[in-house]
């Protein structure tokens, strides 16, 4: 029944900053670990960043590490990625995915829930 559906992609000069939202519906988000993930053309999608269920605990893959930030508003239901310090090499469909698992966040198949994803674009 979750839904989750992705915002705030576009074209963005490198260097510079841009927000993602990840509005969820049918469920809590806190009821999940939330996610991002990417897809840059002709690669596979990777892991960018998790949010846990209980928020305590946040996790980046290491090429965004200090510059994206994921976050949680629960009255809002909704997950973000703040994105600063953007280069050419992230550009890529940004997706939102859930999972009900507690460990192993980088592993896409532990989502049982994806977004329809939103094109990130970074000019050099």
């Known amino acids: 029944q979750l839904q989750l559906v992705e915002s705030g992609g576009g074209l963005v000069q490198a260097g510079g900053s841009l927000r993602l939202s990840c509005a969820a519906s049918g469920r809590p988000v806190n009821n999940y670990a939330m996610a991002w993930f990417r897809q840059a053309p002709g690669k596979e999608r990777a892991f960018v960043a998790v949010?846990?269920?209980?928020?305590?605990?946040?996790y980046y893959a290491d090429s965004v590490k200090g510059r994206f930030t994921i976050s949680r508003d629960n009255a809002k239901n909704t997950v973000y990625l703040q994105m600063n310090s953007l280069n050419p090499e992230d550009t890529a469909v940004y997706y939102c995915?859930?999972?009900?698992?507690?460990?192993?966040?980088?592993?896409?198949?532990?989502?049982?829930?994806w977004g329809q994803g939103t094109q990130v674009t970074v000019s050099s």
């Open positions: 995915a859930a999972s009900r698992a507690y460990n192993d966040y980088p592993n896409l198949n532990n989502y049982a829930t």
């Open positions: 949010i846990t269920r209980s928020a305590v605990s946040k």
